[in-house]
């Protein structure tokens, strides 16, 4: 079993049109994450929830929006999608909030034309 | 506030030699470190990491990281790579239990027979 699951693997997209990514661990962990990879590899931190609550957010656009129905999901949801917006975007999740040992999903490729 | 410097984007190497990857981070405080693994599209796995104690540290794959405080620096280290080693490698800081990762740029090892 996936311990942590995204969907959908790749979506490509126009500019302009609003998106989501799906999230989901069954690890029982308490906090979930975001984080965007950029084309150089960087990894950054967008987002983290802990048992639905928002508990960090990073400088990111208000066109990002996390929603977080319950403590086994995270979805991340994009407004007006921009080229700069392709990226490689990861959920995980950890046992604690601001723990340092990270589940990772295998992370969507999101492509805006 | 804390960074992480992985001084080489890529490192190839020959199939079992040994290989070492590069870390060095920044912070005022006594600091987590943790090195992460990436296999072609999957998402990142922890590969290490150091909290306390003993400063060298191993994975159940061979590898190991040594922490040394005076020169900041968690330096990883293979004695002979396989092929499939190859993949992006990512050092990582925290300040302490309750704070977020800080990834390094990546490092790509590349295994050639």
């Known amino acids: 079993d996936t311990a942590v699951s995204q969907t959908p693997k790749y979506l490509v997209t126009q500019m302009g049109n609003d998106k989501s990514i799906k999230c989901e661990q069954n690890?029982?962990?308490?906090?979930m994450y975001w984080y965007k990879q950029d084309s150089k590899k960087f990894l950054k931190i967008m987002f983290s929830?802990?048992?639905?609550?928002?508990?960090i957010n990073e400088t990111v656009p208000n066109r990002f929006s996390p929603k977080s129905p319950d403590k086994a999901h995270l979805n991340l949801h994009i407004n007006s999608l921009e080229l700069g917006d392709s990226a490689v975007y990861f959920c995980a999740s950890s046992r604690l909030a601001g723990a340092n040992v990270l589940t990772f999903g295998a992370g969507s490729r999101l492509t805006v034309l | 506030a804390q960074s992480v410097t992985q001084l080489d984007s890529q490192v190839p190497v020959f199939e079992e030699a040994p290989v070492e990857l590069r870390c060095n981070y920044s912070s005022s405080v006594s600091v987590y470190l943790f090195w992460y693994v990436q296999y072609p599209n999957q998402g990142l796995q922890l590969l290490l990491k150091y909290l306390s104690g003993s400063t060298l540290v191993k994975s159940i794959n061979g590898f190991e990281a040594e922490f040394n405080k005076s020169q900041t620096s968690f330096h990883l280290r293979k004695p002979s790579v396989h092929i499939s080693d190859t993949a992006e490698y990512f050092c990582a800081v925290s300040e302490n239990a309750g704070n977020m990762l800080t990834f390094g740029g990546g490092t790509r090892l590349m295994v050639k027979p």
């Open positions: 929830y802990n048992n639905k609550e928002l508990i």
């Open positions: 690890l029982g962990h308490d906090t």
